[in-house]
């Protein structure tokens, strides 16, 4: 099971928005923006990564969803996942429900680097997806009953064409926008689910590189790669 959050998303853009990017000097060598704990940038994902991360994202979301039964399994099951740590998985018992091929999955997360880049299952394809369209993710929870988000979010620097651009998207996934208390440069984009999440990140990938839409540069790309090399 996937634990869905009783809320009502809001399907419109806030009219409090400021639509703020960074500029190259204000984008940090080794953090991120914003003053969150814990956090790194991530700038222009190529689409091709954006997507293995999506995809896979996707599969161990329909993993979880068949063996966990409660949100206390589903929680930990996120956890190995996310953290490779595949030992603990014999200790649940949602282990049992694991098929020899899903048990084999599981051990391929402990033997690559964390598969969702180091990011929340059900936030990082979003996470990913929004750097692909040149936006700029600076924060994301998949929702924890004590964590500092009780429903997925991402919150990201997002201009005004990429803001309008999302907006159908974000409505058509069930998904919605606020603006955080003390975060009101960024725009956040929630849904009642990481499954909804990763729905949007699909969505968004798919049209972007369907639709071949260019947007404008909001920043010399080029110069902060050469910065992470």
Known sequence: ??????????????????????????????????????????????????????????????????????????????????????????????????????????????SIEPPLGNLELGVSGLAHALSAIGAVPVASCRGHIKGWSDKPVVYAAVDEPRAHWLQPLVQNAGCGFHIGLNREEFLALEGPSIRHMNRLAQTILTLFSESGIVFERWIDLDAIDSRYE
């Open 1 to 110: 099971m996937i634990p869905v959050v009783n809320y009502v998303p809001d399907f419109e853009i806030p009219q409090e928005a400021s639509f703020w990017m960074p500029t190259e000097d204000e984008i940090p060598d080794d953090e991120g923006l914003g003053f969150f704990r814990d956090v790194w940038m991530i700038l222009n994902e190529p689409l091709d990564y954006a997507r293995r991360i999506v995809d896979t994202e996707t599969t161990f979301i329909d993993l979880a969803d068949r063996a966990a039964i409660s949100s206390k399994e589903f929680e930990a099951i996120a956890r190995i996942i996310e953290t490779g740590e595949i030992g603990e998985l014999s200790s649940l018992p949602a282990g049992e429900r694991f098929s020899a091929q899903e048990v084999e999955m599981m051990d391929w997360v402990e």
